[in-house]
């Protein structure tokens, strides 16, 4: 299957899907977009209840990214990205996001660039370094003292009491 502009077929003997070239780049930030290249997708049939058009139209939609030959995200980008979406991302390292909340083509595609944004930024954002912290001098004593008695409780309760009789 070539994959861009031609029509596939799912094994059982009827066309279910188009590849599309995207026009439009899609912006992450104000500073970052990718590039419609790295971008493809296809609508396929969706399951569920449809009525009449269920065997005819094919509203989902399959948005496909290639995390690991992307040129506009950096490495660590990569890395968060194939970690958070680590379900979604196949053997060569392409991201699927799929859509089929509506019944219209080209919103179910609108929504689907915007899970990818939203994904990707997730992984542009760098996590916070843990800054060690040390407890404080009371706290310790604090820790220690109610150790104690929690101890002494536990001794006081295994001591006999001698019963004279």
Same mark, same amino acid.
């Given at each position: 299957m070539h994959p861009r502009g031609s029509a596939g077929c799912d094994g059982r003997g009827f066309a279910c899907y188009a590849w599309i070239v995207m026009g439009?780049?899609?912006? #992450?930030? +104000? @500073?970052?977009?990718?590039?419609? =290249? =790295?971008? +493809?997708?296809?609508? #396929? @049939?969706? +399951?569920?209840?449809?009525?009449?058009n269920v065997n005819k139209v094919s509203s989902k939609v399959e948005l496909r990214f290639d995390v690991r030959g992307s040129r506009v995200l950096d490495g660590p980008t990569k890395a968060r990205l194939l970690a958070i979406a680590r379900r979604r991302i196949d053997a060569r390292g392409v991201l699927l996001v799929t859509c089929? #909340?509506? $019944?219209?083509? &080209?919103?179910? *595609? =609108? *929504?689907a660039r915007q899970r990818l944004a939203e994904l #990707? &930024? &997730?992984? *542009?954002? $760098?996590? @916070? +370094? $843990?800054?060690?912290?040390?407890?404080?001098?009371g706290s310790q004593q604090r820790r220690l003292a109610a150790k104690r008695k929690r101890g002494e409780h536990k001794r006081r309760r295994a001591q006999p009491v001698d019963a004279e009789g």
């Open positions: 439009d780049a899609l912006a #992450v930030t +104000s @500073r970052l977009k990718l590039p419609a =290249e =790295e971008l +493809s997708w296809t609508a #396929v @049939r969706a +399951s569920g209840p449809g009525g009449q089929q #909340v509506t $019944r219209d083509q &080209r919103r179910n *595609l =609108e *929504l #990707v &930024r &997730r992984a *542009l954002q $760098r996590p @916070r +370094s $843990r800054r060690p912290t040390k407890p404080t001098p």
